[in-house]
Each structure stands twice: as structure tokens, then as C-alpha cells.
């Protein structure tokens, strides 16, 4: 029996990323999925990115992952979001061509080195010792590994809701995962919660009339990726693929009514649904009963690619009866004569409640074990792709005998997602907003590859060519910046001009060097017009990391610290930080008893008790 160093059980966005991570790194890794023809599939939207979303991809791609380039190789549509607004929160946004998305990333796992793919569910974790050994699956079959990574996204006791009927699954056309809920509470004894989830529906194209809607098109040729596409995998020149627009409308009084008159056939109102849903991405149901006063709410018609005729209505996400679908859909502009092609339902299931998780994404019960994904509350594409390559990154360095990769707030919007997870009571599917980040000036989409590729280069998650492109880039970008801040005009250096507010590059410097990148320019002018407040956050980390350097004893007794409240003691017990920095931004604890706890580490430190 072949023993593996990695084993990544689902192959959605998390797995796909998590086994390319471990591979990448040498680790002999096998991913285990229910259907190898679903690797990558895109289950909801057809897009990538968006507001803080695009910060995490392009991260994704500056650590060496694959969604930046499937992306860009399989887009039909590209959008840069915030343009009005200042840098940090500038997010790209691209359509794809879902069905191109899926196969090319099949193919970029099939053809990767130290990667096996095999089409099983695992159905249950063997034990030895207080260390997990192996996982078994429904053909008997028992693989053994040094470590595990746990990406089952929506399908652990996954429970779809098409008004008053319920079917079991993951997402529609594929099966639940039944058992390994059960495994993971009755083996590993780890505390499972129950949240929701929904997708709207698909309408045929020929049925749309687009002449009532706004089209919406691509803002030009921009992309996720840092690096040259690879073309050895599915070959598909950028540009290729054919563009196309978007639409938009607004549900109409007609479409109010409709939802109210059936609010009570609903589950989310009559009880059926006991799983919690977002916020942030609410049902139509819900934003017609929460906003009562609203007339209407804005929707965006996708397209699913550039080779099928269906659209993916965004915003009008539902588990309404089917009956009562059509009507709604008929309501809006444009839409009277539509034909939907799949019905929208919203899907129950079970998550790891992150509390028991580290910020490696470990189980601190079981340190071989790694969850990334949905499982871990988040919700999005692109959140379960970066805890993926996390977790991927650590399966492997633990099978190798390392420190895990731990990437802090100040690095990533990565860091900041895991940190939130690991220090916050997480109620709701998490979704991840550039608001979160205390840092956003430093964590900009533009920026990824700069802050970024030298640790994943360090941890064998980039190869050297590639980094060599960001050294190269970084030499460009200071050898400018040092010949501008020499060159004077009118009583100052051309930098100090570049400072102004309102100048770009062009408007300053008569003599760009002959082949000066434009994003080393774009760099330059970002750099030199947020200068002072970008060094006011580089002085608020260096403080914030004076905490993050106190280690917290995994053994600590909080029972033992006089003068916590008891709320704060709870919470600390329950979260168990490794570090004061985390310690401090769990909420119900005060800067006075993070103090309290300074001092009794330093006794132990000292070998005071």
C-alpha cells in the first residue's frame, strides 16, 4: 500500500488549491473526490473576484495557485471594481466560462507532478494513538498519511431546499456526504454547526428579451495574474475566448408581491431551514421581508459562458416553491416569457466550528488534520481558495517536519480571513469585506506579488523563475524611485512632484526610461502619493506585533489568572489563542486583561508559578 505524505479529500476550490499547494512542494499528495469531472466546479456564480474577493485571487496567485491564471485564461468578461475610489479598495472582477474554468483546472491537476487523483468519498478517519492514520472509503479502500486536509464545501449532510421538498446533496446533481459528519463528531469528537447557503436560478437566453435591460461590458484587458499563462494545459490564448456583456435590472412591484403573498411557503420563514445563512448575500425573500420599504432590488444577468445560453441571475438567490420561481422570474423586465433551466434552492450543512481550528488551519485536537473551505463557515470561491493553499502549504510542511506558514494580518487579506475565523464567535457564513483589514493601504490587489512571492518562494510554493519576475520588478520600481528623488525641478525632486495630489507618473517625468513597465509605474505612483500613510501602517504593525510575539503556552490554566471577568476567561478557554495579538482581538477581552496576561506569562517564562 502506497503511503501518502498529503491526503486532500473534495476537490473544490479549496482541494484544488490545497493539493496543487502540496504537491508543488514535493509532498506526495492524493485527492480524493466524489466526481473528478466537478474538480474546480463553479457551483454558484460564474465569476471570480469582486470587493476584497479580487485581493484574495490575486494573493492566491502571488503564492503560486491556480485560480489567477484558470481565470484569466477562461474569462469572458473583465471588471476593475472602486475605480473612484483610492487603491486599497480597487477589487477585479471577472466573468468566466464556467464549463472552460472547470475542465482546464481538471487538467491542471491531472498533469501536475506528485498529484493522484482518485474518484472516491472518504467516508470515515482511522485513529492511532491520538493521531489520525489513514481515512477510509465506500469501496473499502483504506488510505494511510502523514497529515489531511478536509475541503468538503457544502456536501456534509448537505440538504437542498426546493420550497416544501427537501433532497439530499451537496448541490444539485451531486450526493451528500453523509458519513463523514458522523466521523468527525464521533471519532475525532470535534463540534459540528449547521449553516445555509443558496444559488438563484438559470433562464434559457432565447427567452430573455434583452432590450429591457442595461448591458454592462468588459472594462478592457486587465487579469488576476502575475505571471505569463502557462499554455501546456488546456490551450486557450488570452482573448480568446469571446467577451460578453452583462445586464442589469430591478425587480419590479409585481416581483414584491409575488414573494410576499408566499413568504409563508419559504423554509427559511416556516421553520423547515435550522441552518443559519449570510448576511451579506441574502435570499430575495429575505431582502423583500428585511427592507420592507424597498421597491426594488438590483439583479445582474451572467452569462454562464461563452459557449451555453444560460444565465446566472445574481441577486435574486431563492427557496421558494418552483411555482412560485416562475412567477417571480416572469415579473422582472425583459423576463415574461422566461424558460428556466434550473431552479434556484438554498442548501443546509455541517461546518467545523473554527473555534477548535488554528491559525495553521489545524485541528488543535488533531494537529495532522486540516480544514479549509465552507467547512470552516467561509463562503465564496475565492475564501475557501485561500485557506486551501494554506492548508495545503502546512499539510505538507508538517509532513516534512516543519513550522507551519502562518500569514499575519499586515500580509494578506488571506491572513486577515484566517485570523478572523480562528479569534471570532462565527455565527453566519463568513464573507470576507476589504472593511475587515485594519491594513488596507498595504494589502492592495495591485501589491499581492510584492508581498507575497517571497514567502511562497521561501516555502517551495513558487518556483524561482517566476520570483526572479517579482525581483526584477522590485530592482525596477527602486532603482526609479532613487533617480527621481535625485532629479530637481522647480525647487524639488521629481519625486516630491510625484507626492502631489492629482500628478501621475506622465505628468511629472519627461524621460521614462525606455522600457518601463506599466505597473512598475502604476507601483510608483501608488507608493509616492499614499507615502506618509503608508508608513503610518507600517508603524501600527510594528506595534500590533510586539503582542504577536508573546506566545501563549497551550497548556495555559486561564483558570488560574485572578481578575479575568468570566466573560473574557469563557472566551479564552473556548478559542484557546496562540499568541497575545489574537488573545487581544477576541471580543469580550479588555487591553487590561491582555496586561494580566503579560504578567502571568512572564512568571512562567521565568519559572515563577
Same mark, same amino acid.
Not at 368 to 391: H, P, W
Given at each position: 500500500?502506497?503511503?501518502? *505524505? ?11 488549491? %490545497? ?17 473528478? *469531472? ?8 460564474? %465569476? ?19 485560480? =489567477? ?128 447557503? =443558496? ?39 488570452? =482573448? ?52 420592507? *420599504? ?20 445574481? =441577486? ?82 508538517? %509532513? ?186 477576541? *471580543? ?22
Amino acid at each position: 500500500m502506497v503511503k501518502y *505524505d498529503v491526503i486532500v479529500i473534495g476537490g473544490g476550490h479549496a482541494g484544488v488549491e %490545497a493539493s496543487s499547494a502540496a504537491a508543488r512542494m514535493g509532498a506526495n499528495t492524493l485527492l480524493l473526490t466524489q466526481n473528478v *469531472d466537478h474538480i474546480g466546479q463553479m457551483s454558484c456564480n460564474p %465569476a471570480i473576484g469582486g470587493i476584497a474577493k479580487g485581493h484574495v485571487a490575486r494573493e492566491i496567485d502571488a503564492l503560486g495557485g491556480e485560480m =489567477g491564471q484558470n481565470t484569466d485564461a477562461t474569462a469572458i468578461q473583465f471588471r476593475m471594481l472602486n475605480k473612484s475610489r483610492g487603491p486599497a479598495v480597487w477589487s477585479p472582477r471577472a466573468q468566466c466560462d464556467k464549463v472552460l474554468y472547470q475542465r482546464r483546472m481538471k487538467q491542471q491537476l491531472e498533469k501536475a507532478e506528485n498529484l493522484t487523483i482518485q474518484q472516491a468519498e472518504g467516508l470515515h478517519f482511522v485513529t492511532d494513538k491520538g493521531k489520525i492514520v489513514a481515512v477510509e472509503t465506500q469501496f473499502g479502500d483504506r488510505y494511510e498519511s502523514e497529515s489531511f486536509v478536509l475541503c468538503a464545501g457544502t456536501f456534509m449532510r448537505g440538504l437542498m431546499h426546493f420550497g416544501d421538498r427537501q433532497f439530499p446533496g451537496g448541490r444539485t446533481g451531486d450526493a451528500s456526504a453523509e458519513t463523514i459528519s458522523v466521523s468527525l463528531a464521533e471519532d475525532l469528537g470535534l463540534e459540528l454547526m449547521r449553516l445555509k447557503t =443558496g444559488t438563484p436560478p438559470r433562464v434559457l437566453a432565447k427567452t430573455i428579451d434583452f432590450s429591457e435591460m442595461d448591458p454592462q461590458g468588459s472594462e478592457g484587458e486587465g487579469s488576476f495574474s502575475y505571471w505569463p499563462i502557462e499554455k501546456d494545459y488546456l490551450t486557450i490564448d488570452r =482573448g480568446q475566448v469571446p467577451q460578453l456583456p452583462c445586464y442589469v435590472i430591478h425587480t419590479t412591484a409585481e416581483t414584491k408581491k409575488v414573494i410576499e403573498d408566499n413568504l409563508h411557503r419559504s423554509p427559511m420563514y416556516n421553520g423547515a431551514i435550522k441552518g443559519i445563512g449570510t448576511r451579506y448575500c441574502p435570499s430575495i425573500e429575505d431582502k423583500v421581508n428585511r427592507f420592507a *420599504d424597498k421597491m426594488s432590488h438590483q439583479i445582474y444577468l451572467e452569462p454562464e459562458g461563452a459557449y451555453t445560453d444560460e444565465y446566472y441571475l445574481n =441577486g435574486i438567490s431563492t427557496s421558494l416553491p418552483v411555482d412560485v420561481q416562475v412567477q417571480m422570474i416572469r415579473s422582472l423586465p425583459g423576463m415574461s416569457k422566461a424558460e428556466l433551466t434550473r431552479y434556484a434552492y438554498a442548501v443546509e450543512y455541517d461546518v467545523v466550528a473554527p473555534h477548535q481550528t488554528t491559525g495553521s488551519l489545524s485541528v488543535k485536537k488533531w494537529p495532522n488534520l486540516f480544514v479549509a473551505g465552507q467547512i470552516n463557515g467561509t463562503s465564496g470561491y475565492e475564501e475557501a481558495a485561500g485557506q486551501g493553499l494554506v492548508a495545503g502549504c502546512n499539510a505538507a510542511r508538517l %509532513a516534512a517536519k516543519k513550522d507551519p506558514m502562518i500569514i499575519g494580518r499586515d500580509q494578506a487579506y488571506i491572513g486577515v480571513m484566517i485570523d478572523d475565523l480562528v479569534t471570532k464567535d462565527i455565527t453566519e457564513p463568513y464573507r470576507l469585506f476589504t472593511s475587515r483589514a485594519e491594513y488596507r493601504l498595504l494589502l492592495r490587489q495591485d501589491n499581492a506579488d510584492r508581498r507575497l512571492s517571497k514567502l511562497a518562494y521561501e516555502m517551495g510554493l513558487l518556483p524561482y523563475s517566476k520570483y526572479q519576475i517579482v525581483e526584477n520588478k522590485e530592482k525596477l520600481i527602486i532603482e526609479e524611485k532613487t533617480r527621481l528623488e535625485k532629479v530637481r525641478t522647480h525647487g524639488k525632486s521629481l519625486w516630491e512632484h510625484l507626492r502631489a495630489n492629482g500628478n501621475t507618473y506622465e505628468s511629472v517625468v519627461q524621460d521614462r526610461p525606455d522600457g518601463l513597465p506599466d505597473d512598475v509605474v502604476e507601483q510608483l505612483e501608488i507608493d509616492a502619493q499614499y507615502e506618509a500613510y503608508i508608513k503610518r501602517e507600517m508603524q501600527q504593525v510594528s506595534q500590533t506585533k510586539r503582542l504577536e510575539n508573546w506566545k501563549i503556552p497551550t497548556t495555559f490554566d486561564y483558570e488560574g489568572v485572578s481578575g479575568l471577568r468570566n466573560e473574557a476567561r469563557l472566551k479564552l478557554i473556548r478559542f484557546r489563542p496562540e499568541t497575545l495579538g489574537q488573545a487581544s482581538r477576541i *471580543d469580550g477581552v479588555t487591553p487590561a486583561e491582555i496586561g494580566l496576561l503579560q504578567v502571568f506569562i512572564k512568571r512562567i517564562a521565568s519559572g515563577d508559578s
